[in-house]
């Protein structure tokens, strides 16, 4: 007993020292120490708070995008020859292919809902106030930045709604008066939308955008700490009183929690109601009628009340006036009161904004179910949905010409053996024939496989005259022989 005590003293302890000097060693060379209290114990004024859980559940879901994203590159070609097959095949045959796509696309959706709550609360809350000018800006820009993610990816499935919703994106860019044209033709990289279109979406999608959201995240989370927490809308912004509780741990639990709520919430819908994948893009189509994602649906709405000449009062006026008023916000309004009742202008500004996307997305519902034609066409493009998501998938056809005809794996292999079991040596390379050997191009119409295979295995004897000797071979190469044989026409 007494020498065991020891023993197991001295093992339980072992770890735990060990695990100790791993940390001392790490925290010498990487300053973990440090990291952990600049990362974890950022004073929050006022304490942990459900309200402040929206931006972590960004930067949460932006991940996600990123991952599920580098899956989908993985089978993902960008041209309009194969772009549409390899979504369906993602879709359609890929092991959890359409789970991950789903996750996907119902996570660009997700981060613009997040996005609006992060947008909603700050505003609210008046965080913006208190030397946050650059914090305010940067988010800004962040937002610019995940639109254009969901314009840019919108685009990439080049199914028809994706292929038309996007004609019309970049139609309505080309009616801002002198850089317009412009804007469109460097959109889709010439007149018309095809290939040179889809790779510069790719390269926005997948390269320059995201490159410029990591910066722009580090700005933002950069500039965050430096202002510090805003707090609760009874603190002060520039010089906090009350009582601040660290980030770790309650916040972080908060956040975390929030996190796991809207991977959850993604993964239910991924699995139960999976994104669809309409038929391959047909340019030459005149009747569809593109609708855009939800979150765009209050602009293309809004577009549709400025025709003709007063197109650029819509599209360009007073969208730079919402957009100048929306960043210079923290430059205009400089009190320091956060209270919402106590700030009239913004809270009706709020209300007015909210309303009125409300409103133009009631009347876009309006439209399209008011007309029967419309209803009639829209039921329509569901139903070739359906039936396409029914269809199992299909691989590509390439072009008419033999020669563009893809090899058969067994044709290829019977080709090798044809050479390896020196069959060319009297038949002629390709079979078309020599003194030893009769031309073998048009057996296949001849003979039967079996017949062929049968020949193969027991030669007549006018072929062992000739030198033939029986094949020895396994049966399926035998097969991968005939299969080439068959195919010399
Ligand atoms: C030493 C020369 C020689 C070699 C090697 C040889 N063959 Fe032959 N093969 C012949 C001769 C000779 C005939 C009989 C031609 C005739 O009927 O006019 C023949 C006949 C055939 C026929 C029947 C053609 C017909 O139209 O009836 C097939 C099929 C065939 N060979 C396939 C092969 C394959 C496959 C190999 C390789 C595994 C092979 N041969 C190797 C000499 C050869």
């Given at each position: ?10 093992s339980?302890?072992?770890?735990e020292r ?37 931006g ?14 580098v ?33 996907h ?10 996005l ?17 000018e ?7 820009t ?7 993610m ?13 292929y ?7 139609n309505i860019?080309?009616?801002?008066p002198?850089v ?45 700490r ?8 009874s603190?002060?912004?520039?010089n ?9 741990p ?30 391959k893009a047909?340019?030459?189509?005149t ?6 994602e939800w ?14 000449g ?8 007073i ?41 133009l ?38 072009g ?37 050997g ?9 003979m039967?496989p ?15 005259d ?14 991968a ?9």
């Amino acid at each position: 007993m007494e020498t065991t005590t020891p023993t197991n003293e001295a093992s339980s302890a072992q770890p735990e020292r060990k695990r100790g000097r791993l940390f001392a060693w790490f925290d010498r060379r990487a300053g973990l120490r440090a990291l952990l209290h600049e990362s974890l114990d950022e004073p929050i004024p006022g304490g942990a708070r459900f309200a402040y859980v929206f931006g972590s559940g960004l930067l949460f879901i932006f991940l996600s995008q990123v991952i599920t994203g580098v899956f989908l590159a993985l089978y993902y070609v960008p041209s309009a020859d194969h772009a549409h097959t390899t979504v369906a095949y993602i879709t359609k045959e890929v092991l959890a292919g359409s789970f991950l796509r789903s996750i996907h696309a119902y996570g660009s959706s997700a981060m613009i809902v997040v996005l609006l709550l992060h947008l909603a609360q700050t505003f609210l809350y008046g965080s913006y106030k208190g030397r946050r000018e650059l914090l305010w800006i940067s988010g800004c820009t962040l937002f610019a930045l995940i639109i254009g993610m969901a314009f840019t990816g919108y685009l990439l499935p080049w199914d028809m709604k994706a292929y038309f919703a996007t004609a019309v994106g970049t139609n309505i860019a080309s009616e801002i008066p002198l850089v317009g044209d412009w804007l469109k033709r460097m959109m889709r990289g010439g007149a018309e939308m095809g290939t040179l279109a889809l790779s510069r979406f790719y390269v926005a999608h997948v390269f320059l955008i995201p490159a410029a959201i990591f910066a722009l995240v580090a700005a933002h989370v950069y500039l965050f700490r430096r202002a510090g927490a805003a707090g609760p809308i009874s603190e002060d912004p520039i010089n906090p009183k009350q009582n601040p509780e660290r980030f770790y741990p309650r916040q972080v639990l908060m956040d975390l929690g929030f996190s796991l709520l809207l991977i959850a919430a993604l993964g239910f819908l991924s699995y139960f109601v999976p994104m669809e994948l309409g038929p391959k893009a047909d340019p030459a189509d005149t009747q569809f009628l593109p609708r855009p994602e939800w979150y765009y649906i209050p602009v293309f709405q809004w577009l549709k009340y400025w025709p003709g000449g007063r197109a650029i009062i819509g599209i360009l006026v007073i969208p730079l006036i919402v957009i100048a008023l929306f960043i210079g916000l923290p430059f205009i309004d400089r009190r320091l009161e956060r209270r919402p009742w106590k700030r009239p202008v913004a809270g009706g500004a709020f209300a007015l904004v909210f309303l009125s996307l409300v409103a133009l997305g009631a009347l876009s519902y309006r439209d399209d179910h008011g007309d029967p034609g419309l209803v009639k066409q829209l039921a329509k493009q569901r139903e070739e949905t359906e039936q396409f998501m029914r269809a199992p998938f299909e691989p590509e056809l390439m072009g008419a010409s033999p020669a563009a005809a893809p090899a058969d794996p067994l044709v290829t292999e019977g080709k090798a053996l044809f050479e390896a079991q020196s069959c060319s040596a009297c038949h002629g390379e390709g079979g078309e024939g020599t003194a030893a050997g009769s031309k073998l191009i048009g057996v296949g119409a001849k003979m039967s496989p079996e017949q062929l295979a049968g020949l193969l295995r027991n030669p007549t004897d006018k072929m062992k005259d000739g030198g033939m000797t029986p094949l020895t071979i396994k049966d399926e190469e035998i097969r991968a022989i005939v299969a080439y044989l068959n195919s010399l026409k």
